[in-house]
């Protein structure tokens, strides 16, 4: 059964650093998304993608956050300057034909 | 703006005892879609099911079934006969008319089946 997948599972780094988390979604999925979860807290969104471009997103996702389809099976969200605050499982999900969104595994940011 | 409410923060109940999760929803749109996800101690997120504003028939899958009131604006999900698998935090979401657009979720109910 196709599967959305994330990587890295686990990402630590300093303060200030960039990262990139990466996500491969369902193949003939056309919608992706980006949400965090701050552990134990309710998942949030942070943007959505569709047809190369961005068509929502939240108050959190600010300039320090962007996103990128690089090629035809990848879809990442970087991190420009990281904050303590940033530290929080991030999940990539994409969506199928009777709109339900599948969720990767997560990756979870830990920010020193 | 779009708001989902899980009151119960945690639940325990006995293995083979029923339980109810209960998910109260807010929003302007008449077209909107509710969604269920487990996410379990692994952390993952688990898409368990979908239901759309124009369909309230309530659905049963196995041990799981779900309650639709568009009057109460309440979308419950009962677990039969619980097991200890079944021990996980439960998100209850909810999507515009587009359907493509953003989850909203709840904060989660915590379910613990007690063996």
């Known amino acids: 059964e196709p599967e959305v997948t994330q990587t890295p599972s686990h990402q630590v780094t300093q303060m200030g650093q960039e990262v990139i988390l990466r996500c491969v979604p369902i193949?003939?999925?056309?919608?992706f998304y980006w949400y965090r979860q701050i552990l134990g807290q309710k998942v949030e969104f942070l943007v959505s993608?569709?047809?190369?471009?961005?068509?929502?997103k939240s108050e959190i996702f600010d300039d320090q956050f962007s996103v990128e389809r690089p090629d035809g099976s990848n879809f990442t969200l970087k991190i420009r300057s990281t904050k303590l605050e940033d530290s929080a499982m991030y999940f990539c999900?994409?969506?199928?034909?009777?709109?339900?969104?599948?969720f990767g595994p997560g990756t979870r940011l830990t920010v020193l | 703006a779009q708001k989902v409410t899980q009151a119960q923060t945690e639940i325990s109940v006995v293995e083979k005892e029923d339980v109810t999760l209960d998910c109260v929803y807010e929003t302007r749109d008449t077209t909107y879609y509710l969604f269920w996800y487990k996410q379990p101690p692994s952390g993952e997120l688990v898409f368990l099911i979908r239901r759309n504003s124009f369909d309230e028939q309530n659905e049963i899958s196995g041990r799981y079934s779900w309650n639709f009131q568009k009057s109460t604006s309440s979308f419950n999900f009962t677990i039969t006969a619980s097991q200890v698998v079944d021990s996980a935090v439960y998100f209850c979401?909810?999507?515009?008319?587009?359907?493509?657009?953003?989850?909203?979720f709840g904060t989660g109910t915590r379910l613990t089946i007690i063996p």
């Open positions: 193949s003939n999925h056309l919608y």
């Open positions: 999900a994409s969506r199928g034909e009777i709109n339900e969104q599948f």
């Open positions: 979401a909810l999507s515009g008319r587009f359907g493509n657009e953003k989850l909203t």
């Open positions: 993608f569709y047809n190369n471009e961005i068509s929502e």
